[in-house]
Structure formats: structure tokens, C-alpha cells
């Protein structure tokens, strides 16, 4: 079963512009990892914010975390061409040993040129 | 520096047959994990292997079984497969059991005719 629900499902942008995705979910967790998919194959890892972080940010990405209302977004400033892909959501829940990803169903930004 | 490796990346079975998949978790890995990502939605977890051992499994039947080798590649097993098995299968390693950061592999695409 999928913990996280991402919203929107798809988001369509101009180049230049900021992308927004939206993940929340439902149990404690001790992490939430962002990834990215290109046209269905392998998944990056993009960023991790632990439970006890509320912001972080790596190049054009920023992540915030609210714990209190189990929700999470991630930020692309600057969209490029080559940012569209599928992004994935992924909680590491308190209650597992850990390694065990549930992950949302995705967001599909497309950036055009 | 290698990253995870899947082979094949391409399979077509038909129903009832048996199928194995293979990964050649990133170079200092001990942990791998398996994920099975039907089209248009999210991976969900199968199960972890370290020390050669099933450690955490999802929600997944017996017909899906694996094994972890000395050198810490993996295998995954699918017995009497289904229409529905059909899926992009994903492994992803780890540093160890304790670190939170998975690398994925570009995937096996099996189809179930």
C-alpha cells in the first residue's frame, strides 16, 4: 500500500519558471527522501530531511517538512527542460528497521522550452 | 565506481512460468532491497536483504522469493507468474542497514503475457 499521495499528479511549466510538488503522509517517520524518475527507468536520489529538519536545500532543490501535519514539499527554483521527469515522494517509517521506502505515487512535471 | 546494476533489462514471460531477476548492488554495499513499480504508480517495497538474509518483506506473496550471495548481489525470484507481476522491477543498495540513503538501479521491464 502507498503511504504517500502526491499532489498535483501532473504539473505542466515554462522554463525559468518554479515547480512545486506536494507529498503527504500518513504514519511517524524517522526520514523523507525525494527521487526522481526519468521516463521510467532507475530513480535518483535528490534530497533527505530526518524527522527533527524542517528545511534543506541542495542547488536549485528545497525541501520543507512538517511533521505536525505529516506533509512535505519539495521545490525546483528555475525549471529547466531537463528537470521533466517523474518525482516520488518516499517515507521511512518509524515502525520498520529501517531501509523500508513506501513510496507516493509521483508527480509528472513536464517543463517546456 | 559502478552503480547498481539489474539484469536483464528486458523480459517477457508468459503466465505460470518462473523468472529471475539479478543486481549488482553499488561498489561498498551490503544492503539490497527490491521494489516492484506497476506503470503510472510508485515502487512498493518487496523485501531487504543483508547478511544474506530476508530481513524486512512487504505485502508480497510466497511466489516471490530471493537470495543475497557473499559478494552481496541479489537475486529475486518470481514462481507461477501472473498478468499482474508485470512491472518494473527496481533494486537499490545501501552502505549498510543503518544508512538511510538508497541507490536504485535502472530496472528490469517484465512483461507477463
Known amino acids: 500500500s502507498q503511504q504517500g499521495e502526491e499532489d498535483p499528479q501532473a504539473l505542466s511549466i515554462q522554463e525559468g519558471e518554479n515547480a512545486t510538488m506536494n507529498c503527504s503522509y500518513k504514519?511517524?517517520?524517522?526520514?523523507l527522501q525525494w527521487y526522481r524518475q526519468n521516463s521510467g527507468r532507475g530513480l535518483v536520489h535528490l534530497i533527505l530531511?530526518?524527522?527533527?529538519?524542517r528545511e534543506k536545500h541542495s542547488g536549485r532543490l528545497r525541501v520543507t517538512l512538517d511533521t505536525s501535519k505529516k506533509s512535505s514539499s519539495l521545490l525546483i527554483t528555475a525549471s529547466r527542460a531537463a528537470d521533466t521527469a517523474s518525482y516520488f515522494c518516499?517515507?521511512?517509517?518509524?515502525?520498520?528497521?529501517?531501509?523500508?521506502?513506501?513510496f507516493g505515487q509521483g508527480t509528472e512535471l513536464s517543463v517546456k522550452p | 565506481d559502478a552503480g547498481v546494476t539489474q539484469s536483464p533489462t528486458h523480459l517477457i514471460k508468459t503466465r505460470g512460468q518462473q523468472v529471475t531477476l539479478r543486481c549488482s548492488p553499488k561498489?561498498?554495499?551490503?544492503?539490497v532491497s527490491w521494489y516492484q513499480q506497476a506503470l503510472g504508480q510508485g515502487p512498493q517495497f518487496i523485501f531487504q536483504?543483508?547478511?544474506?538474509?530476508?530481513?524486512q518483506r512487504g505485502n508480497f506473496p510466497d511466489r516471490f522469493s530471493g537470495h543475497q550471495f557473499p559478494n552481496y548481489s541479489s537475486e529475486l525470484n518470481v514462481n507461477a507468474l501472473l498478468l499482474g507481476d508485470s512491472a518494473l522491477y527496481l533494486c537499490?543498495?545501501?552502505?549498510?542497514?543503518?544508512?538511510?540513503?538508497?541507490?536504485f538501479g535502472p530496472g528490469t521491464r517484465l512483461t507477463v503475457l
Open positions: 530531511i530526518r524527522s527533527n529538519e
Open positions: 536483504y543483508y547478511e544474506e538474509e530476508e530481513r
Open positions: 504514519t511517524s517517520i524517522n526520514n
Open positions: 518516499a517515507t521511512d517509517a518509524i515502525y520498520n528497521q529501517g531501509g523500508k521506502l513506501i
Open positions: 561498489s561498498g554495499h551490503d544492503t
Open positions: 537499490a543498495s545501501s552502505l549498510d542497514r543503518f544508512t538511510d540513503t538508497q541507490y
